[in-house]
């Protein structure tokens, strides 16, 4: 196990974990934001641009941004809110016991308001992160929110993990475990429509908001005979999102051809936002997985240990 902090691209600060069997992970304090996540072989699973920018107050293009207060455009703030714009501290006070006997290493991040935020969203709140590597590889990123609002006033929020996979090949991916369910297609103005294929697979733009979602998503990646699985928790919704060519011209921290490699499935608390009283505190926890195959299909009965 080892957790260390170094300075990273353009001097920002990051944190390096290892677990005991070398699968590790990597976190900006910039953003809490998580931009690599590895298997014991030393094989990158995320997708991080090239061309991701590590300039604040620009977002990470890649890795695992966080999307707080606010999801996309669904309210007054800026897309995806300011989480992952800030620079985090390490939170000396986490307020929670390290989980027992675990092989894993962990580090506990903390994200208060600026006055500046407060200006923006006029709410007190403690955002704690913890980024944990292991036992087997497991990515784990739990995160609490408490409303510390001194004036009795609860807030609201609607919240995402905006997970970035890497894959082998776009069109030879599969989602599974959202067959049946409604979303909002952002490509027909949040339309809500039910999903009929037996599978996500991707020919072309895909931009939506799948709204219940149960607890585990699978995304297979044939040409690397792989699987990486979602468990999330607290998190209702997950968002699948591909930009494809022409949205992948128009980003400048994005090259034209990465949409090949990429795939965004995105647990979140995005149709019913989440409500919380003075003291009061939420936990959205998302654990990733890779299987080192494709056969999970069906009910997604996936090994006990996840
Ligand atoms: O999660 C999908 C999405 O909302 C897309 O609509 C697209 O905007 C993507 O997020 C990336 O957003 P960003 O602000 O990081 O460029």
């Known amino acids: 196990m080892a957790v260390e902090q170094v300075k990273g691209l353009n001097g920002l600060e990051k944190v390096l974990l290892k677990d005991s069997t070398g699968c590790s992970a990597e976190v900006y304090l910039y953003g809490g934001h ?133 894959v082998s090949d776009i069109s030879e991916v599969r989602v599974e475990g959202l067959e049946t369910l409604d979303y909002l297609d952002n490509l027909q103005e949040r339309k809500r429509l039910t999903e009929q294929g037996d599978a996500i697979t991707f020919e072309g733009e895909l931009d939506r908001i799948y709204l219940q979602a149960p607890r585990k998503i699978a995304i297979l990646d044939h040409e690397k005979n792989r699987t990486f699985v979602v468990i999330k928790d607290g998190l209702p919704d997950a968002v699948v999102w591909n930009p494809w060519d022409k949205k992948a011209k128009a980003m400048s921290d994005f090259g034209d051809e990465e949409y090949k490699h990429m795939v965004c499935v995105e647990a979140g608390a995005i149709e019913d936002p989440v409500t919380l009283k003075p003291s009061e505190e939420w936990t959205g926890r998302l654990q990733l997985s890779l299987l080192p195959n494709t056969h999970v299909g069906g009910s997604l009965d996936l090994p006990n240990a996840l």
């Open 34 to 166: 998580v931009t690599s996540w590895k298997n014991e072989k030393g094989e990158e699973l995320l997708f991080l641009s090239n061309k991701a920018l590590f300039e604040p107050p620009k977002a990470i293009r890649g890795g695992i941004p966080i999307c707080f207060p606010q999801f996309s455009n669904l309210g007054p703030l800026v897309a995806h809110g300011f989480a992952r714009n800030r620079i985090w501290s390490i939170d000396t006070d986490p307020q929670i016991a390290p989980t027992p006997n675990s092989s894993g290493s962990f580090v506990d991040l903390i994200l208060k308001p600026s006055e500046e935020d407060s200006k923006i969203w006029p709410h007190s709140f403690e955002y704690r992160l913890r980024v944990e590597v292991g036992p087997g590889g497991i990515l784990t990123l739990t995160s609490r929110i408490r409303n510390t609002n001194p004036d009795g006033k609860s807030f609201s929020f609607t919240f995402a993990y905006h997970t970035y996979f890497s």
